[in-house]
C-alpha cells in the first residue's frame, strides 16, 4: 500500500459542481463543418482500405488539424479536469457500423480500445438486456447505478438513442471526494489506501482465481498523482466469497466516500442527447446513472456505443489497481466459450 497522501489536492481535477457555472456547456467540444467534412475524409480512407473495427488506428484515422484539437482534449482528460463532451457527431448521417468506426476512430485518438467483458469487446453496446438476461452485468441492465469507476485508463458513452426518461448520468472528482475525507475524516483514508479484494464476477481467465489474490487500492498515490478505483458491488461480493465481511472501519470510510460523492455539491449531472459522446478518466472520475424506461417505440430503445481506452499518455499508476492479469491495457480476458457479461450476484446492482 502507499503512503496515505495527506495534503490537500489542488489543480482542476479536483472539481466540484459549482466549478462549472455553464454545466455540461463547460466541458463541451462542439463539430462544426470542417470537423464533419475530416470525419467523412477519415471514413473514405477507412472504407477504401476495408478495415475491420478492431484495425482502425489513431493513424488510419487521421483527422487533419482536428488531431490537434483532440490532443488538448485527451490532455484535459489525463491531467486536466478528467471528462469532457464532444457534440454532433454525425449518428444521423450513417449507418451504424459506419457510427461505429467513426466513434472508434475518434476514441483512437486518445487511447487504444481495450476489451471490456468476456465477448473481447473493443466497442460495447450500453442495451438494457434483462429480459433475457436477469442477472445481466450493470451496464446492460436498467437499474439506477451507483457511482464507481470502469476497469481501464478511459471510459467513454456516445448516444445513439437516449432513454424515454431517466438514464441521468452523475459524475464526480475522486480528488475532490479525497480532499473532503481528508478534511473531515482523515482516519477513514488508511483503510481505502489498503484497498480490497475484489471479486471479478466470472470473468477472470482461465487458471485465474475468482477473486483478486492482492488488495485492490481504493486510493493511491504515485508519482505525485491521486488514483481511484472502485465498484463496490465487485467489494461485496469478494467479502462474501472470502467469507471476511467488511470491518466496521472498512465500511464506514466505504460508506462516507459514498456520501460525500452523492452530495449535490460534488455531483456534475448531464443528460446525454444523440450524438454526444462523454469521455472520462477512471482514475479521477467516478460515474454513475439513474435507472431508467426504455422509449415506446422499439426501434428507439436506449441505445450507447462505449468503449474503454488504454490512454496514450496516461500518468503511472501502482501495480495493485490492476483487477485483471491482462494488465493496464488488457481489459477483461475474452473468453472462448462464448460466455457473456452475465454473473448472479448476491447483492444489488450499483
Not at 22 to 42: S, V
Not at 70 to 91: F, N, S
Not at 107 to 124: C, I, K, N, Y
Not at 221 to 230: A, E, K
Request: with cysteine.
Amino acid at each position: 500500500m502507499t503512503a496515505v497522501h495527506r495534503e490537500t489536492i489542488t489543480g482542476p481535477g479536483a472539481w466540484k459542481s459549482s466549478d462549472f457555472s455553464g454545466g455540461a456547456d463547460d466541458i463541451a467540444f462542439g463539430l462544426g463543418p470542417r470537423h464533419l467534412a475530416a470525419i467523412a475524409e477519415a471514413m473514405k480512407a477507412v472504407r477504401g482500405r476495408g478495415l475491420a473495427l478492431e484495425e482502425i488506428t489513431r493513424d488510419d484515422f487521421a483527422l487533419g488539424d482536428m488531431a490537434g484539437e483532440l490532443a488538448a482534449q485527451a490532455e484535459e482528460i489525463d491531467r486536466g479536469r478528467g471528462i469532457i463532451v464532444i457534440r454532433g457527431l454525425p449518428v444521423d448521417d450513417y449507418c451504424q457500423a459506419d457510427i461505429e468506426a467513426i466513434y472508434l476512430g475518434i476514441g483512437a485518438h486518445f487511447g487504444t480500445a481495450v476489451s471490456q467483458s468476456v465477448m473481447g469487446d473493443r466497442l460495447g453496446h450500453v442495451i438494457d438486456v434483462t429480459d433475457v438476461d436477469p442477472n445481466a452485468r450493470a451496464y446492460r441492465a436498467r437499474q439506477e447505478l451507483s457511482l464507481h469507476t470502469d476497469l481501464s485508463d478511459i471510459a467513454s458513452l456516445l448516444c445513439i438513442y437516449p432513454a424515454g426518461s431517466g438514464g441521468v448520468s452523475r459524475f464526480a472528482s475522486a480528488l475532490a471526494i479525497h480532499n473532503e475525507m481528508l478534511a473531515t475524516r482523515p482516519d477513514l483514508l488508511e483503510p481505502l489506501y489498503r484497498g480490497f479484494r475484489w471479486h471479478r464476477l466470472g470473468e477472470h481467465g482461465a487458471g485465474e482465481d475468482p477473486v483478486t489474490p492482492h488488495r485492490v487500492p481504493h486510493f493511491s498515490y504515485h508519482g505525485g498523482r491521486l488514483s481511484c478505483r472502485y465498484v463496490r458491488s465487485y467489494i461485496r461480493e469478494g467479502a462474501h466469497a472470502l467469507d471476511e465481511p467488511l470491518g466496521g472501519t472498512e465500511a464506514e470510510a466505504l460508506d462516507t466516500f459514498d456520501e460525500i460523492g452523492r452530495r449535490p455539491d460534488f455531483q456534475l449531472e448531464l443528460t446525454l442527447g444523440r450524438g454526444a459522446a462523454v469521455f472520462v478518466n477512471n482514475l479521477t472520475v467516478l460515474h454513475a446513472r439513474t435507472a431508467f424506461e426504455n422509449h415506446g417505440d422499439p426501434a428507439k430503445k436506449r441505445h450507447l456505443l462505449r468503449l474503454w481506452l488504454a490512454s496514450h499518455t496516461a500518468p503511472a499508476v501502482v501495480p495493485e489497481i490492476q483487477v485483471f492479469t491482462t494488465g493496464r491495457g488488457g481489459g477483461i480476458p475474452k473468453q472462448e466459450d462464448g460466455r457473456t457479461p452475465s454473473f448472479e450476484r448476491n447483492f444489488e446492482i450499483g
